[in-house]
């Protein structure tokens, strides 16, 4: 179990990068770092990226809040994903989805929510910094025409931005 090096309390949420994996030149360096917020003492975790070692605690990043902002509860009908077969499958279907010219082609993507009402998913778009994209999965077999599936950019906080969502 990994533990904030700050309070001992067990580190919860995902992990987010502080650099991109299609920056070449970062990609290179050494000092990629994967980030983790305490959800006990509020402390940003942080250790090189694929490491297996301890945490470091960065200390209170304000400057860091948006990339954790998916940790504020969703509106109805939204749900967190917390499955992991269900986070790989939505990932897969858009990866399927998806073609040259699509704003989501060849991103590194991490499905974090849907809507319980319709096929709407939200992804969080793994670069420096990161971002996320509400997308409608139209359940095809073959890549779509660009702009399908329909997505747009969130802005955050994540809750706010998926108030005004309608079916």
Known sequence: MDLCPSCSAPLTGRTVRQASPEDPLRARRKDIRELRRCGHCGHVAWRHEGGTGPWSDGGSLPEHDYLFATLRPLPEPWATITHKDTRAALEAQLRTEVANGHPLFGKTIIAIARC????????????????????????????????????????????????????
């Open 116 to 167: 319980d009402a319709c096929d709407e998913v939200v992804f969080s778009v793994e670069e420096d910094p990161v971002w996320f994209a509400q997308v409608h999965l139209t359940w095809r077999s073959a890549p779509d025409r660009p702009p399908w599936p329909d997505s747009r950019r969130l802005s955050l906080p994540l809750a706010d931005s998926l108030l005004d969502h309608h079916h």
